[in-house]
């Protein structure tokens, strides 16, 4: 199984303020017709996971521009331009290019 | 809008078969091109994929799971379903079922590809293994 692993593990963020979160895989999640297939999700407090980013850097549906993916190879970037009070809970990476996709461990965020 | 909500008992005993429904509305659960999985989320802990079945019937499992896992389809009853056998305490935890909705997407050298992620999730269960 592909290995995730994110730092860091919790980061206290002051609203207006940026954010980034790292996310590392134990192999290139490049696939061989040039995309990243890596997720980026979000779990609010108390509430299921959303899905945030999709193959690297797309954003999904309804989801605010102020946050985008980055990355290549095994090394990824997930930043939040301006945090905001709604942006708290705990943020998961996952591998997509096999099977089994496999979660990163989670960067909790919250309010300073 | 599709939706999904998970459905069984809170408490299942050592050594029995876990078995939860994923009641889909708002669409059907075989027609498009989808995959229909369960993850589970043990309390305070991240996130682990157990598996998905998708529209064609394809499977595919965990690993570290296949032996104790069957997702399963009822089309009449537009449900998914999940049995886990002689579960332990260490399968306790919040399960949620996910559609993998996805998009055609072109490379560069206009081969033609299918990407999936997770789009919609129920809100989870909560299983407890105890005796």
């Known amino acids: 199984d592909i290995v995730m692993t994110q730092s860091p593990v919790s980061l206290p963020v002051t609203p207006g303020e940026p954010a980034s979160i790292s996310c590392r895989s134990s192999?290139?999640?490049?696939?061989?017709?040039?995309?990243?297939?890596l997720d980026w999700y979000l779990q609010k407090p108390g509430q299921s996971p959303q899905l945030l980013i999709y193959?690297?850097?797309n954003r999904a549906s309804g989801v605010p521009d102020r946050f985008s993916g980055s990355g290549s190879g095994t090394d990824f970037t997930l930043e939040i331009s301006r945090v905001e009070a709604e942006d708290v809970g705990v943020y998961y990476c996952?591998?997509?290019?096999?099977?089994?996709?496999?979660f990163g461990p989670g960067t909790k965020v919250d309010i300073k | 809008q599709v939706q999904l909500q998970e459905s069984g008992p809170g408490l299942v005993k050592p050594s029995q078969t876990l078995s939860l429904t994923c009641t889909v509305s708002?669409?059907?659960?075989?027609?498009?091109?989808?995959?229909w999985s369960w993850i589970r989320q043990p309390a305070g802990k991240g996130l682990e994929w157990i598996g998905r079945?998708?529209?064609?019937?394809?499977?595919n499992y965990n690993p570290s799971l296949k032996s104790r896992v069957t997702i399963s389809v009822d089309t009449s009853k537009n449900h998914l379903s999940l049995n886990l056998s002689s579960v332990t305490a260490t399968d306790t935890a919040v399960y949620y079922c996910?559609?993998?909705?996805?998009?055609?997407?072109?490379?560069?050298?206009?081969?033609?590809?299918?990407?999936?992620?997770?789009?919609?999730w129920g809100k989870g269960t909560t299983v407890t293994v105890s005796s």
């Open positions: 996910a559609r993998g909705g996805g998009f055609d997407f072109w490379s560069g050298s206009l081969d033609r590809y299918y990407y999936y992620y997770m789009d919609v």
């Open positions: 708002g669409g059907s659960i075989s027609s498009g091109n989808y995959y």
């Open positions: 079945i998708y529209t064609s019937g394809n499977t």
């Open positions: 192999q290139s999640l490049l696939h061989d017709n040039g995309f990243i297939y």
């Open positions: 193959l690297g850097s």
């Open positions: 996952m591998q997509a290019l096999q099977a089994p996709p496999t």
